[in-house]
């Protein structure tokens, strides 16, 4: 549950996930316009679920859409689907699988658009074939739908909810449904459900006032039998839409109905409880062997959810650890936390705290338990349900000794306490498949063989060659033997370096790891003192020469910045981002003209952004960019998880001045409380002045996210003034101007 939970949780700022991205704002759709990507995730979910049979106990929300797609996709007409399972599928892993993805697609969707909470369970199981037809379809006779539902549980009281709860947002499109809108009939060829761009009731409320624009109320669909909405809304004299016309009875049969509908699943699967966010949860803690044996080096993070209360209270975050044997022979046996970096999501906070420690091989650590402490002096213990927060160290990653070389060749290295000799490497593999959009997960395990011995560690290492698109997506685990209990579980090759560093003899190693260093480096850093999430590029004189090569390359207005580490799962820009076989750094600087940084990576890949989102260094080696770009040979575009940064040369965006209006600073904002709620638009080409305009004769506005602008009497939601860096997204129509963030207002009001 717990990297489902970081992809529900982490919406924005440090360590962000970035999968409300695609449904952010609601009405957005990368696209183009006439598309809601947030609708045709709700929709997914439906037609994934509709297949399914609670009386055989087959079918429901199973992913079986990824196979139903072929052919024109059978019931499932459109691009919506196919659109959907593309933005949601890198998602996938062996701790979450599609079916789970495309259920908390449903969660994100729903609460970007201002819907109720849906509780999202976990543990679905993907299925493995096509399930049968039988999605609801406009041309469907009442009788038909009210068997249709009643397949999946829904008696047709709940089918009326759900189609209004499905119908609030999006609309039909000319080119799936020619008969109920034709084309050049409506703006965008969409006609949609109701007026509002937002998961609310007007879809039911309008239809009840007689003011319904639902193309399947009215309009052509009527005389082509396929005003499908209309005979479910009428099947009981319009009795239960009426009731759907209540905003607080909508939300709240929505909410219900929805978690029901991605709760369907076959027999044998069984659902956990409903994600809810840490209090406090452990991030990627790690144990590297150091010093010859006699040093464990102790690194990671500690995410502690700031919602209740913010970060400015919490005066420290301690580790209070036990030795390898439950004891406390590790003198004060506490390690302290520093600062990093904040997120957020829809409804939750949170602070990271970084932590790096050397402890001595022989007593190590077993568990460790949480500290926080207030600025009130008040102390919070953490220590998970009373077991600790367990650690082993009979089997230990060496990722400063594991690499990815010449693009595909993995190689693993791990440390086992003796007298342990046998360690497995497992390979959890995407693997493509012809016609389907999700890739397979294939499960290969490899046997680690013995290299070395460092005092009480054997060091193993296992080797397999990846497919050129498994470099960058592959989760592997090492296991101690056939014990899964012994473990250092879910890695990932992307962030692997291109060099395996040397463990000498003494346990040392020349070098430091991109993921290695990143850890040390987080807790030696001072982070800002508000705790933005903005990152900022630690140097070292080391890390700064050796990222210095002797042919620096040169792009007019830019300054090249050296090879960096980034991430697959922690982009450190996101912005926007393109990958082309003609990659080369005209083309990416072109692409990405207008933002502050761009990077090529991977030969082929182009990054922009204005500001860092995730951590990044320096590489440990200049060199660690090897890959030459796709599209000129001359070139270097960055390596797996490396990547040739640059940065403008021109003036750096600010606040802009605009006649009537004063800047009154950067504020926070909630996607599920927003602040200004009177206007508000989306526009990809937002400038300071276009904001303002449509804001006229209101006294506040602000902008948001680059591209959205809101407007207002008065704040309608508590805000807080935070530090100017927090607004670090230039604006989409003019890059000299700053535009908010996520979660971040630049607020102006109208001059006295």
């Given at each position: 549950?717990?990297?489902?939970?970081?992809i529900?949780?982490?919406?924005?700022?440090?360590?962000?996930?970035?999968?409300?991205?695609?449904?952010?704002?609601?009405?957005?759709?990368?696209?183009?316009?006439?598309?809601?990507?947030?609708?045709e995730?709700?929709?997914?979910?439906?037609?994934?679920?509709?297949?399914?049979?609670?009386?055989?106990?087959?079918?429901?929300?199973?992913?079986?859409?990824?196979?139903?797609l072929?052919?024109?996709?059978?019931?499932?007409?459109?691009?919506?689907?196919?659109?959907?399972?593309?933005?949601?599928?890198?998602?996938?892993?062996?701790?979450?699988?599609m079916?789970?993805?495309?259920?908390?697609?449903?969660?994100?969707?729903?609460?970007?658009?201002?819907?109720?909470?849906?509780?999202?369970?976990?543990?679905?199981?993907?299925?493995?074939?096509?399930?049968?037809?039988?999605?609801?379809?406009?041309?469907?006779?009442?009788?038909?739908?009210?068997?249709?539902?009643?397949?999946?549980?829904?008696?047709?009281?709940?089918?009326?909810?759900?189609?209004?709860?499905?119908?609030?947002?999006?609309?039909?499109?000319?080119?799936?449904?020619?008969?109920?809108?034709?084309?050049?009939?409506?703006?965008?060829?969409?006609?949609?459900?109701?007026?509002?761009t937002?998961?609310?009731?007007?879809?039911?409320?309008?239809?009840?006032?007689?003011?319904?624009?639902?193309?399947?109320?009215?309009?052509?669909?009527q005389?082509?039998?396929?005003?499908?909405?209309?005979?479910?809304?009428s099947?009981?004299?319009?009795?239960?839409?009426?009731?759907?016309?209540?905003?607080?009875?909508?939300?709240?049969?929505?909410?219900?109905?929805?978690?029901?509908?991605?709760?369907?699943v076959?027999?044998?699967?069984?659902?956990?409880?409903?994600?809810?966010?840490?209090?406090?949860?452990?991030?990627?803690?790690?144990?590297?062997?150091?010093?010859?044996?006699?040093?464990?080096?102790?690194?990671?993070?500690?995410?502690?959810?700031?919602?209740?209360?913010?970060?400015?209270?919490?005066?420290?975050?301690?580790?209070?650890?036990?030795?390898?044997?439950?004891?406390?022979?590790?003198?004060?046996?506490?390690?302290?936390?520093?600062?990093?970096?904040?997120?957020?999501?829809?409804?939750?906070?949170?602070?990271?705290?970084?932590?790096?420690?050397?402890?001595?091989?022989?007593?190590?650590?077993?568990?460790?338990?949480?500290?926080?402490?207030?600025?009130?002096?008040?102390?919070?213990?953490?220590?998970?349900?009373?077991?600790?927060?367990?650690?082993?160290?009979?089997?230990?990653?060496?990722?400063?000794?594991?690499?990815?070389?010449?693009?595909?060749?993995?190689?693993?290295?791990?440390?086992?306490?003796?007298?342990?000799?046998?360690?497995?490497?497992?390979?959890?593999?995407?693997?493509?498949?012809?016609?389907?959009?999700?890739?397979?997960?294939?499960?290969?395990?490899?046997?680690?063989?013995?290299?070395?011995?460092?005092?009480?560690?054997?060091?193993?290492?296992g080797?397999?060659?990846?497919?050129?698109s498994?470099?960058?997506?592959?989760?592997?685990?090492?296991?101690?033997?056939?014990?899964?209990?012994?473990?250092?579980?879910?890695?990932?090759?992307?962030?692997?370096?291109?060099?395996?560093?040397?463990?000498?003899?003494?346990?040392?190693?020349?070098?430091?790891?991109?993921?290695?260093?990143?850890s040390?480096?987080?807790?030696?850093?001072?982070?800002?003192?508000?705790?933005?999430?903005?990152?900022?590029?630690?140097?070292?004189?080391?890390?700064?020469?050796?990222?210095?090569?002797?042919?620096?390359?040169?792009?007019?207005g830019?300054?090249?910045?050296?090879?960096?580490?980034?991430?697959?799962?922690?982009?450190?820009?996101?912005?926007?981002?393109?990958?082309s076989?003609?990659?080369?750094?005209?083309?990416?600087?072109?692409?990405?003209?207008?933002?502050?940084?761009?990077?090529?990576?991977?030969?082929?890949?182009?990054?922009?952004?204005?500001?860092?989102?995730?951590?990044?260094?320096?590489?440990?080696?200049?060199?660690?960019?090897?890959?030459?770009?796709?599209?000129?040979?001359?070139?270097?575009?960055?390596?797996?998880?490396?990547?040739?940064?640059?940065?403008?040369?021109?003036?750096?965006?600010?606040?802009?001045?605009?006649?009537?209006?004063?800047?009154?600073?950067?504020?926070?904002?909630?996607?599920?409380?927003?602040?200004l709620?009177?206007?508000?638009?989306?526009?990809?080409?937002?400038?300071?002045?276009?904001?303002?305009?449509?804001?006229?004769?209101?006294?506040?506005?602000?902008?948001?996210y680059?591209?959205?602008?809101?407007?207002?009497?008065?704040?309608?939601?508590?805000?807080?003034?935070?530090?100017?860096?927090?607004?670090?997204?230039?604006?989409?129509?003019?890059?000299?101007?700053?535009?908010?963030?996520?979660?971040?207002?630049?607020?102006?009001?109208?001059?006295?």
């Open positions: 549950m717990d990297e489902l939970e970081d529900m949780m982490l919406n924005t700022g440090y360590r962000a996930r970035g999968f409300a991205v695609p449904v952010t704002p609601c009405g957005f759709s990368a696209n183009g316009p006439g598309r809601v990507t947030a609708a995730w709700i929709r997914t979910a439906f037609h994934d679920m509709a297949t399914g049979n609670v009386y055989l106990g087959t079918g429901g929300l199973d992913a079986s859409i990824a196979f139903e072929t052919n024109g996709g059978g019931d499932n007409i459109g691009p919506a689907f196919p659109s959907t399972l593309t933005a949601q599928a890198p998602f996938l892993s062996s701790r979450s699988s079916s789970d993805i495309i259920a908390m697609g449903m969660y994100t969707a729903v609460r970007s658009c201002g819907g109720p909470i849906i509780p999202v369970k976990t543990g679905r199981v993907d299925a493995t074939e096509a399930g049968p037809p039988g999605v609801p379809l406009p041309q469907n006779s009442l009788y038909t739908f009210q068997n249709q539902f009643l397949r999946t549980g829904f008696d047709s009281t709940q089918m009326i909810q759900v189609v209004a709860c499905g119908h609030t947002l999006g609309g039909v499109h000319a080119a799936n449904f020619p008969q109920i809108v034709p084309p050049g009939s409506a703006p965008n060829d969409v006609k949609v459900f109701d007026s509002t937002k998961f609310d009731e007007k879809v039911a409320s309008e239809y009840v006032a007689g003011k319904s624009t639902d193309p399947l109320t009215v309009g052509p669909s005389t082509v039998g396929r005003a499908s909405d209309l005979r479910v809304f099947s009981d004299g319009n009795a239960t839409i009426t009731q759907m016309a209540d905003p607080a009875f909508f939300a709240s049969t929505c909410q219900v109905l929805l978690q029901k509908m991605i709760d369907v076959p027999d044998g699967v069984t659902l956990t409880d409903p994600i809810t966010a840490y209090d406090v949860k452990p991030v990627a803690p790690q144990l590297t062997l150091q010093g010859g044996g006699t040093e464990i080096q102790f690194s990671g993070e500690i995410r502690v959810r700031t919602t209740s209360r913010p970060a400015s209270q919490i005066s420290s975050v301690q580790l209070l650890y036990k030795d390898r044997t439950g004891g406390n022979n590790c003198g004060t046996c506490k390690i302290s936390a520093t600062q990093k970096g904040t997120a957020a999501g829809f409804d939750d906070s949170f602070a990271f705290y970084a932590f790096s420690s050397k402890l001595p091989a022989q007593s190590s650590i077993s568990t460790f338990n949480v500290i926080v402490t207030l600025a009130s002096g008040a102390t919070e213990l953490y220590d998970n349900n009373g077991s600790g927060f367990p650690m082993q160290d009979n089997i230990m990653l060496q990722t400063p000794q594991s690499c990815v070389t010449g693009g595909k060749a993995l190689t693993v290295t791990a440390a086992v306490r003796s007298p342990a000799s046998s360690a497995n490497l497992v390979l959890s593999l995407k693997v493509p498949r012809d016609g389907i959009i999700t890739p397979e997960l294939q499960s290969q395990t490899v046997a680690m063989t013995q290299k070395s011995t460092v005092g009480p560690y054997n060091i193993l290492t080797t397999y060659t990846l497919d050129s498994q470099v960058q997506t592959t989760k592997f685990d090492v296991v101690l033997g056939s014990d899964s209990t012994q473990a250092d579980t879910f890695k990932s090759t992307g962030d692997l370096g291109t060099t395996c560093t040397p463990l000498d003899s003494t346990g040392s190693s020349t070098s430091v790891s991109s993921s290695s260093s990143s040390a480096a987080s807790s030696s850093s001072t982070p800002s003192s508000t705790g933005t999430t903005m990152s900022t590029v630690r140097t070292s004189s080391t890390a700064t020469t050796s990222s210095t090569s002797a042919s620096t390359p040169t792009v007019s830019y300054s090249y910045q050296g090879c960096y580490t980034d991430s697959t799962s922690a982009r450190v820009l996101t912005g926007k981002s393109t990958s076989n003609t990659m080369s750094y005209k083309s990416c600087s072109t692409y990405c003209t207008g933002y502050t940084y761009w990077a090529v990576e991977y030969g082929s890949q182009c990054y922009c952004g204005n500001i860092f989102s995730n951590p990044t260094s320096p590489a440990p080696a200049a060199t660690d960019c090897n890959m030459k770009c796709s599209g000129d040979s001359t070139q270097v575009c960055g390596a797996g998880n490396r990547m040739n940064l640059f940065k403008s040369l021109a003036q750096g965006a600010t606040n802009a001045t605009v006649a009537g209006w004063n800047y009154a600073g950067c504020f926070t904002d909630s996607t599920s409380a927003r602040v709620n009177g206007k508000y638009n989306y526009d990809a080409a937002l400038t300071i002045e276009k904001c303002a305009g449509l804001c006229k004769g209101y006294k506040i506005f602000g902008a948001e680059a591209s959205q602008c809101y407007c207002g009497n008065s704040y309608a939601n508590p805000t807080t003034q935070v530090a100017e860096g927090d607004c670090g997204y230039t604006c989409g129509g003019n890059s000299g101007q700053l535009c908010g963030a996520g979660n971040r207002l630049s607020v102006y009001k109208a001059s006295a």
